[in-house]
């Protein structure tokens, strides 16, 4: 029993880490659906039959074999190192958080988990309080070694939560389980994802393609592109689709979920730019061989944040979960040595401890 799921979960890792494409069972709509409206001049993602796939005609992933192979031989996960370490967290202001009606607030939770406070409406993007993430719940799976900074149930009432693909640890489900319990958010959620959620008893969801948006409660949230894949197992590779999200309000927000480098960044920027806040991932970029289609590097990161046309820069997807060859803090010290190398102000690029609240 013990090495069937060893295994299944080994499949699970690596399909998350590294992904590709296939296509999306379309979920029923209902009268009180938010209208969606097509926006913004993006590309929509193609198709070979019914899988998704990326933008870039150029975009091969390594194989399977690949990824296995480096994931259980470099891994940080299969043997606990000096070079993982809990990060330094801040105490977080709750009560501020949620006295807070006004003022534009981001919160790092850890890894792709941000609590975002703007004009009132407050969402999150790709929660995740697993302690361990993969397949059957957390049962098994990737160790997270920096602890969450606040209970969800500390949270101040959550609007709406983001979900920028269906990889494990972007898509907890007991942890969107947990959420949609507390505060009923709803969940905006790229194609195939709102019958996923559905399968789980979670029905307030509305999923869109790149380009589409939905208006709530004042704000304009926007499915973006993305280069990154999906799939939870061997036989689900695609079906859903990825993206990345523009929030429109007094200020805009992008958040790119999970990607590779591609000119998309540029697009989005052009469209609907200029970003106020861009939050990047800046971790899980080595090996590079099999994550550079689907990762972006620290380097990579600031560059976006340029294309995107981004006022302020914040730095996610790192020190939090144990998914890759790079030591732990090796992130935030490449994006301070790209800072400097580039001149840019280091007042406006952002690498928080978790739970550190910031005014944007």
Same mark, same amino acid.
């Given at each position: 029993?013990?090495?069937? +799921?060893?295994?299944v979960?080994?499949?699970? /890792? &690596?399909?998350?880490?590294?992904?590709?494409?296939? $296509?999306?069972? @379309? @979920?029923e709509? $209902?009268?009180?659906?938010?209208?969606?409206?097509k926006?913004a001049?993006?590309?929509?993602?193609?198709?070979?039959?019914?899988?998704?796939?990326?933008l870039?005609?150029?975009?091969?992933?390594?194989?399977y074999? #690949?990824?296995?192979?480096?994931?259980?031989?470099?891994?940080t996960?299969? /043997?606990?190192?000096?070079?993982?370490?809990?990060?330094?967290?801040? !105490?977080? %202001?709750?009560?501020?958080?949620?006295?807070?009606?006004?003022?534009?607030?981001?919160?790092w939770i850890?890894?792709?988990?941000l609590? &975002?406070?703007?004009?009132?409406?407050?969402f999150?993007?790709?929660?995740?309080?697993?302690?361990?993430s993969?397949?059957?719940?957390?049962?098994?799976?990737?160790?997270?070694?920096?602890?969450a900074?606040?209970?969800? *149930?500390?949270?101040?009432?959550?609007d709406?939560?983001?979900? =920028?693909?269906?990889?494990?640890?972007?898509l907890?489900?007991?942890?969107v389980?947990?959420? +949609?319990?507390?505060?009923?958010?709803?969940?905006?959620?790229?194609?195939? !994802?709102?019958?996923?959620?559905?399968d789980?008893?979670?029905?307030?969801?509305?999923?869109?393609?790149?380009?589409?948006?939905?208006a709530?409660?004042?704000l304009?949230?926007?499915?973006?592109? +993305?280069?990154?894949? =999906?799939?939870?197992?061997? &036989?689900?590779?695609?079906?859903?689709?990825?993206?990345?999200? #523009?929030?429109l309000?007094?200020?805009?927000?992008?958040?790119?979920g999970?990607?590779?480098?591609?000119? %998309?960044?540029?697009?989005?920027?052009? *469209?609907?730019?200029?970003?106020?806040?861009?939050?990047?991932?800046?971790?899980?970029?080595?090996?590079?061989?099999? #994550?550079h289609?689907? %990762?972006?590097?620290?380097?990579?990161?600031?560059?976006? =944040?340029?294309?995107?046309?981004?006022?302020?820069?914040?730095? !996610?997807?790192?020190?939090?979960?144990?998914?890759?060859?790079e030591?732990?803090d090796e992130?935030?010290?490449?994006?301070?040595? *790209?800072?400097?190398?580039r001149?840019?102000?280091? *007042? /406006?690029v952002?690498?928080?401890?978790?739970?550190e609240?910031?005014?944007?």
């Amino acid at each position: 029993m013990l090495r069937r +799921a060893f295994l299944v979960f080994l499949v699970g /890792v &690596v399909v998350c880490s590294y992904s590709g494409g296939d $296509s999306a069972r @379309a @979920a029923e709509t $209902s009268p009180g659906d938010p209208v969606i409206k097509k926006v913004a001049a993006l590309a929509v993602p193609p198709r070979k039959g019914a899988a998704f796939k990326n933008l870039d005609p150029a975009y091969k992933r390594a194989s399977y074999f #690949a990824r296995l192979h480096s994931f259980i031989v470099g891994g940080t996960w299969l /043997v606990p190192e000096r070079r993982v370490s809990a990060l330094l967290a801040a !105490i977080p %202001h709750l009560q501020a958080l949620r006295d807070n009606h006004h003022e534009a607030t981001v919160t790092w939770i850890g890894h792709s988990t941000l609590l &975002v406070q703007l004009d009132g409406v407050n969402f999150l993007t790709d929660p995740t309080w697993a302690g361990r993430s993969g397949p059957f719940s957390g049962l098994v799976g990737v160790r997270r070694y920096t602890p969450a900074p606040m209970r969800m *149930e500390d949270l101040p009432p959550i609007d709406f939560v983001l979900i =920028s693909h269906d990889h494990y640890d972007h898509l907890d489900e007991p942890t969107v389980k947990r959420l +949609a319990q507390l505060y009923n958010p709803r969940f905006v959620v790229p194609l195939g !994802i709102k019958a996923w959620l559905a399968d789980r008893g979670i029905t307030n969801a509305v999923e869109l393609d790149w380009g589409q948006s939905i208006a709530f409660k004042g704000l304009t949230i926007v499915c973006t592109p +993305a280069q990154h894949g =999906s799939g939870r197992t061997l &036989v689900d590779q695609g079906r859903r689709l990825w993206s990345s999200w #523009a929030v429109l309000g007094s200020q805009r927000l992008y958040f790119a979920g999970d990607t590779g480098y591609y000119k %998309h960044f540029k697009e989005i920027g052009d *469209e609907l730019g200029p970003f106020d806040l861009a939050a990047l991932p800046i971790g899980s970029y080595t090996p590079r061989e099999t #994550a550079h289609p689907v %990762h972006i590097s620290p380097e990579e990161a600031l560059q976006a =944040s340029t294309d995107l046309r981004a006022a302020r820069f914040i730095g !996610i997807h790192w020190g939090t979960f144990m998914l890759a060859r790079e030591p732990y803090d090796e992130p935030p010290a490449r994006i301070t040595a *790209e800072v400097a190398r580039r001149k840019l102000d280091p *007042e /406006v690029v952002w690498i928080p401890k978790p739970g550190e609240t910031l005014p944007w």
